[in-house]
């Protein structure tokens, strides 16, 4: 029987969170009795501390419970450790997804690390962002770019998403990135590449939307486009689960709900809801449905539930972490994979006030939060010059938007 320790390593603490079991039929995770003592609720509605005995996970979480699942990656981080596995002589038949935590060790997003740690990366420092994207463009083609892998496997942690991405320290005022610490090597900053099938604009167009973002008021970390080599890009963001050093607690909305992201299966009420349950901050629910306004203002429909996140803070409250992986995006069947007040297709301004309504807000606030946001898009235009998008796809993206803004502006 496999065993993992899961340690909770949240704003400068340390302490043991429970124990992991693969039985080979299921796995089980039990909470320690300090965790309980310490009493702090990091999964109150799927997987609270009064919980008796052992608790199970679903399926689409490959058994883990919600709050253990969020430090596994997806897409791009899977792909990675996979071959990484490959390369040792295992086969993904055969590694649990206590492997899977244990080689993440330290380094999952968030504020979990797992005991004993199966760390297969060794060190490097300083860090040149066009040989990695060069290094992820050979990952994606050939398997066996063993140099590129190792370079990335050191660097992926466990990020999610599809995108190739790397988390480093990156100092925005030197622009160098590195993996070393010390007073000039920056702060945790994940940045990501485009995919195999994508123009090098695409980080372009996520840049253009954090600034947009930013514009409208949404809280967002702080984003810097990189042109490397007038031949690859990349998009960075500082990151939201660090602090000076320290890491701070999350939890995705598909863990709190232990809802299958890969499936739209949500609609934006359990959101503002949920925001409600943890928060207890009508603050905190405004704004996300100011996310929603913004995802259906910039056809953003790659909206599923790992898209949005909590964010524990020194007194042990949630929040409602800042808005992340916003970009164009046509989503399942042209629809949002998170649906405003039960539409999908095309959500207008009286599907937004409809969806206030079930999530407890007033109109004038929907309203106000709606004619804001809608102000905002005039910004667009301008924000996009500063960047290297190309003409074409800069046309298409403001005709697509022109329609949303007009649904969402008259109703």
């Known amino acids: 029987m496999k065993k993992l320790h899961v340690i909770y390593a949240g704003w400068g603490e340390r302490w043991t969170l429970g124990a992991l079991a693969d039985t080979g039929q299921q796995i089980l995770f039990e909470y320690s009795p300090q965790a309980i003592q310490q009493g702090l609720e990091l999964a109150p509605l799927r997987a609270p501390l009064a919980h008796v005995g052992a608790i199970t996970g679903e399926p689409f979480f490959m058994g883990l419970p919600g709050l253990i699942a969020d430090a596994l990656p997806d897409g791009w981080g899977l792909l990675l450790m996979d071959r990484a596995f490959r390369r040792a002589g295992r086969m993904s038949a055969s590694i649990s997804p206590l492997d899977r935590l244990a080689f993440i060790g330290e380094r999952a997003m968030g504020a979990l690390a797992f005991e004993p740690a199966d760390d297969m990366a060794s060190e490097q420092n300083e860090l040149d962002l066009a040989q990695l994207a060069r290094d992820a463009a050979l990952v994606l083609d050939n398997e066996d770019a063993d140099e590129a892998l190792r370079h ?170 800042p808005a992340f992986d916003l970009t164009f995006n046509e989503g399942p069947r042209g629809e949002h994979f998170t649906t405003i007040a039960g539409e999908g297709r095309a959500p207008a301004r009286n599907h937004l006030l409809e969806l206030a309504r079930r999530g407890g807000l007033t109109a004038r606030q929907a309203e106000e939060s709606i004619d804001r946001l809608c102000n905002g898009m005039s910004a667009l235009p301008e924000l996009a010059k500063e960047l290297p998008i190309r003409k074409s796809q800069l046309t298409m993206l403001l005709r697509v938007l022109k329609e949303d803004w007009q649904r969402v502006a008259q109703g």
């Open 152 to 321: 990335l496997l050191l660097l992926g942690g466990s990020p999610q998403g599809a995108r190739p991405k790397v988390l480093v320290n990156f100092n925005p005022v030197s622009g160098r990135a590195s993996c070393g610490i010390g007073p000039d090597a920056g702060e945790p900053w994940l940045v990501k590449f485009p995919a195999g099938n994508e123009h090098r604009d695409a980080c372009a167009i996520e840049a253009l939307y954090a600034r947009l973002a930013a514009h409208c008021g949404l809280e967002m970390p702080e984003s810097h486009f990189f042109d490397l080599d007038g031949k690859y890009s990349a998009f960075g963001v500082r990151r939201f689960d660090r602090e000076g050093g320290l890491r701070i607690p999350l939890q995705s909305l598909s863990a709190a709900l232990n809802a299958d992201y890969r499936l739209p299966s949500l609609d934006y009420e359990m959101l503002l809801r949920l925001t409600r349950r943890l928060t207890g901050d009508e603050r905190e629910v405004v704004k996300a449905f100011e996310r929603c306004v913004f995802n259906v203002l910039t056809h953003n429909r790659d909206d599923h539930s790992r898209n949005f996140a909590f964010r524990l803070d020194r007194q042990r409250r949630w929040q409602l972490a």
